[in-house]
Nanobody, 127 residues
Framework: QVQLVESGGGLVQAGASLRLSCVVSGRTLTSAVMGWFRQTPGKEREFVAAISWSGESAYYANSVKGRFTISQDNGKNTVYLQMNSLKSEDTAVYYC????????????????????WGQGTQVTVSS
């Protein structure tokens, strides 16, 4: 059993920064991959970024590459998403997710491959 709890969302102006956190509890495998997804009303869940629990590999959606950075701190059992140069298009509920098998990096963008999900945290970017 794995439990994920996100925090750090809020209301900010375009160009500002936010740092999201995801605390992981329960059983965690060394092969686990941690991902961030986002969703707006009426749209499918969209991949944002993912990282192996070991921190060796990271993968980003083209829409956030160069602006967002995913990282992890095993000592704190926490995964982070540093979001810089935020745009109104980034407004969404952001979800933390975990999958138990590493697989190919390109597969990390598929929401269906993840086994556990957090409750989400709202990020709103005003123009």
């Amino acid at each position: 059993q794995v439990q994920l709890v996100e925090s750090g969302g809020g209301l900010v102006q375009a160009g500002a920064s936010l740092r999201l956190s995801c605390v992981v509890s329960g059983r965690t495998l060394t092969s686990a991959v941690m991902g961030w997804f986002r969703q707006t009303p009426g749209k499918e869940r969209e991949f944002v970024a993912a990282i192996s629990w070991s921190g060796e590999s990271a993968y980003y959606a083209n829409s956030v590459k160069g602006r967002f950075t995913i990282s992890q701190d095993n000592g704190k059992n926490t995964v982070y998403l540093q979001m810089n140069s935020l745009k109104s298009e980034d407004t969404a509920v952001y979800y933390c997710a975990a999958r138990l098998s590493r697989g190919q990096i390109v597969s990390w963008s598929s929401a269906g491959g993840y086994h556990y999900w957090g409750q989400g945290t709202q990020v709103t970017v005003s123009s």
